[in-house]
């Protein structure tokens, strides 16, 4: 049985920094992922990272803010957020692939997601 933890998350303020975790178990996973969705908006990639954890990608908007990491002896996926702004609020899920190897950033590529976790930043 496929099990993903997300652990992390909360309340800051704008410059602050979170760190969001993942922990996935009952199979072995390829490409992972953290997607958000902000209320009224579609849920969007954040960032995504291969099995190697060698290939990145990351949305425009977090760019040299966020970093993504995984530990494959754990299975684990990590974001780090730093200099979070009000318009990083949201929540955010992580997410798990069984089949695709790149950093792919398509939804509907990933089989397994999170529960979701807050993340709200005021000014």
């Known amino acids: 049985q496929v099990q993903l933890v997300q652990s992390g998350g909360g309340s800051v303020q704008a410059g602050d920094s979170l760190r969001l975790s993942c922990a996935a178990s009952?199979?072995?996973?390829?490409?992972m992922a953290w997607f958000r969705q902000a209320p009224g908006k579609e849920r969007a990639i954040v960032a995504a990272?291969?099995?190697?954890?060698?290939?990145?990608y990351y949305a425009d908007s977090v760019k040299g803010r966020f970093t993504i990491s995984r530990d494959n002896a754990k299975n684990t996926v990590n974001l780090q957020m730093n200099s979070l702004t009000p318009e990083d609020t949201a929540i955010y899920y992580c997410?798990?692939?069984?089949?695709?190897?790149?950093?792919?950033?398509?939804?509907?590529?990933?089989?397994?997601w999170g529960q979701g976790t807050q993340v709200t930043v005021s000014s």
């Open positions: 009952g199979r072995t996973f390829t490409a």
């Open positions: 990272i291969s099995p190697s954890g060698y290939s990145t």
């Open positions: 997410a798990v692939s069984t089949t695709f190897a790149g950093a792919t950033i398509t939804t509907g590529r990933y089989d397994y």
